[in-house]
């Protein structure tokens, strides 16, 4: 019995909203959650869609995995503030399928640094579905998505002869505990 009410009492976390706020820029990222529950069985998983809104090609650069890369919830508010601040890292099993990423675990791992670059076409859309894994949440709160290891989601470029700039939308994610046992 004891293993089982210990199994009870753990917490568990659902994200309670999800939304992005975009500076102008020729890409619109959007975030939908498909599944709201980060419980024991299961993580909770939401999807992200990078629309071009251009008029023209954009080309998109990440490291890792195209067209987002590595991704993880951070506490910090200000992706410049080097202070310490829950993190976790957001899951994507294609992660496992990267020849650009290695992986042992969800906590361990490692990515080359070689830029992957593809163009979005005008209007063109893509998704990625990331998954949230109720034991790698420290605390409930608001969350931020940022790169796993630099702040932009990625960096992108007009055109051939123009520089690549950072994609910094503001991604918020809200995590709320929920408790598995009845109160009294």
């Known amino acids: 019995?004891?293993?089982?009410?210990?199994?009870?009492?753990?917490?568990?976390?659902?994200?309670?909203?999800?939304?992005?706020t975009s500076d102008p820029s020729p890409l619109q990222l959007d975030v939908e959650i498909l599944d709201s529950e980060a419980i024991i069985q299961s993580p909770a998983r939401l999807r992200f869609t990078l629309?071009?809104?251009?008029?023209?090609?954009?080309?998109?650069r990440n490291t890792g995995l195209w067209p987002l890369g590595m991704l993880?919830?951070?506490?910090?508010?200000?992706?410049?503030?080097?202070?310490?601040?829950?993190?976790?890292?957001?899951?994507?099993?294609?992660?496992?399928?990267?020849?650009?990423?290695?992986?042992?675990?969800?906590?361990?791992?490692?990515?080359?640094?070689?830029p992957l670059t593809q163009p979005l076409d005008s209007g063109q859309a893509v998704t990625a579905t990331y998954e949230i894994h109720g034991d790698d949440i420290v605390r409930a709160s608001t969350y931020y998505v940022y790169g796993e290891f630099d702040a932009p989601i990625l960096t992108y470029a007009a055109d051939t002869n123009s520089n690549f700039e950072a994609y910094l939308p503001r991604v918020e994610v809200a995590i709320q505990s929920k408790g598995l046992l009845p109160s009294f």
């Open 1 to 20: 019995m004891v293993g089982l009410a210990g199994c009870l009492g753990a917490t568990q976390y659902t994200v309670a909203d999800a939304r992005v």
């Open 51 to 60: 629309t071009n809104t251009a008029e023209r090609p954009i080309r998109v």
């Open 72 to 114: 993880e919830l951070s506490t910090v508010t200000d992706p410049a503030d080097e202070s310490s601040g829950s993190e976790t890292i957001l899951w994507n099993e294609e992660y496992r399928k990267s020849s650009k990423i290695t992986v042992q675990s969800r906590s361990s791992y490692s990515v080359s640094q070689d």
